[in-house]
């Protein structure tokens, strides 16, 4: 049903909202959105949806604002980490040394003596390792699953340092950004930054940070050009409206909460 009623099928960011939460659906209809049910399935798609809907968790709104505008803040950091880092760190090692205080590059550089690989090709298979491990500890029975994926990943890395195959640095960087990747909510959301991913690491490999910029802005036009069942996929940032401002990138008290979204509040 939902590659069906998607206003854009060939993009890898959800349109619809997927849960299994009553909570996070009744929410939504409060919001002006509807909710299709299906029998057979525990999900149910609501629509339209965000990006920021897409970031955002019930957990939310259990807290106190503060602390929940805090987490939903940090939840941002993380994926814009879970996309950009690994391009990040392989466009300044191979284009902008200059960036990097002279002991830090001196000391990454170190790391890297005898390691067989160029730094893009360390990323790409420790990536690529650890991706696995977590497709296998998704099938793995959930009292075990886990477990085998942090432990492998461990000895995994351990390994891989000890055998001279990737450089210390590496292993840090593809840590950070399998943790950060872990903060995204929404699981289709997660395996979408997952891929794009893979492609700011090629970018940066090749033009550096310039390219890292290029593919940003390709990236921002293309999420501005999304649209789920005509609402802007950007909104309430591109379009910019204010008033739906109060619930995103920070959430207001309950008692500031008392309108609804101006393009789907009807």
């Given at each position: 049903?939902?590659?069906?009623?998607?206003d854009?099928?060939?993009?890898l960011f959800?349109?619809?909202?997927?849960?299994?939460?009553?909570?996070?659906?009744?929410?939504?209809?409060?919001e002006?959105?509807?909710?299709?049910?299906?029998?057979?399935t525990?999900?149910v798609?609501?629509?339209?949806?965000?990006?920021?809907?897409?970031?955002?968790?019930p957990?939310?709104?259990?807290?106190?604002?503060?602390?929940?505008?805090?987490?939903r803040?940090?939840?941002?950091?993380?994926?814009?980490m879970a996309?950009?880092?690994?391009?990040f760190?392989?466009?300044?090692i191979?284009?902008?040394?200059?960036?990097?205080?002279?002991?830090?590059?001196l000391?990454i550089a170190?790391?890297?003596?005898?390691?067989?690989?160029p730094?893009?090709?360390?990323?790409?298979?420790?990536?690529?390792?650890?991706?696995?491990?977590?497709?296998?500890?998704?099938?793995?029975?959930?009292s075990?699953?886990?477990?085998?994926s942090?432990?492998?990943?461990?000895?995994?890395?351990?390994a891989?340092?000890?055998?001279?195959?990737?450089?210390?640095?590496?292993?840090?960087?593809?840590?950070?950004?399998?943790?950060?990747?872990?903060?995204?909510?929404?699981?289709?959301?997660?395996?979408a930054?997952?891929?794009?991913?893979?492609?700011?690491?090629?970018?940066?490999?090749?033009?550096?940070?310039?390219?890292?910029?290029?593919?940003?802005?390709?990236l921002?036009?293309?999420?501005?050009?999304?649209?789920?069942?005509?609402?802007?996929?950007?909104?309430?940032?591109?379009?910019?409206?204010?008033?739906?401002m109060?619930d995103?990138?920070?959430?207001?008290?309950?008692?500031?909460?008392?309108?609804?979204?101006r393009?789907?509040?009807?």
């Amino acid at each position: 049903i939902e590659d069906f009623i998607t206003d854009q099928p060939f993009t890898l960011f959800p349109l619809l909202l997927r849960t299994e939460r009553p909570d996070r659906v009744v929410a939504s209809l409060l919001e002006g959105q509807f909710a299709l049910v299906t029998d057979g399935t525990p999900f149910v798609l609501t629509a339209p949806a965000t990006a920021f809907h897409m970031l955002q968790a019930p957990d939310d709104h259990f807290e106190k604002f503060p602390t929940g505008s805090f987490i939903r803040l940090l939840r941002f950091v993380a994926i814009t980490m879970a996309i950009f880092l690994p391009g990040f760190y392989v466009a300044i090692i191979n284009f902008h040394q200059e960036l990097l205080p002279t002991d830090l590059y001196l000391r990454i550089a170190s790391t890297r003596e005898g390691v067989p690989f160029p730094v893009v090709l360390e990323l790409l298979i420790m990536e690529s390792v650890f991706e696995v491990l977590r497709e296998a500890g998704i099938r793995l029975p959930a009292s075990i699953g886990p477990a085998i994926s942090i432990v492998g990943a461990l000895v995994l890395g351990d390994a891989a340092i000890q055998a001279g195959i990737v450089s210390p640095p590496v292993v840090i960087i593809v840590a950070l950004t399998a943790i950060a990747s872990f903060a995204v909510p929404n699981f289709a959301l997660g395996i979408a930054s997952r891929m794009i991913r893979f492609v700011f690491i090629g970018v940066g490999a090749i033009f550096g940070l310039f390219g890292v910029q290029f593919g940003l802005l390709i990236l921002l036009v293309h999420l501005c050009s999304l649209r789920s069942f005509g609402v802007p996929y950007l909104t309430p940032a591109a379009p910019l409206v204010w008033r739906d401002m109060k619930d995103h990138l920070i959430r207001l008290p309950k008692w500031g909460l008392v309108t609804r979204p101006r393009l789907t509040g009807f």
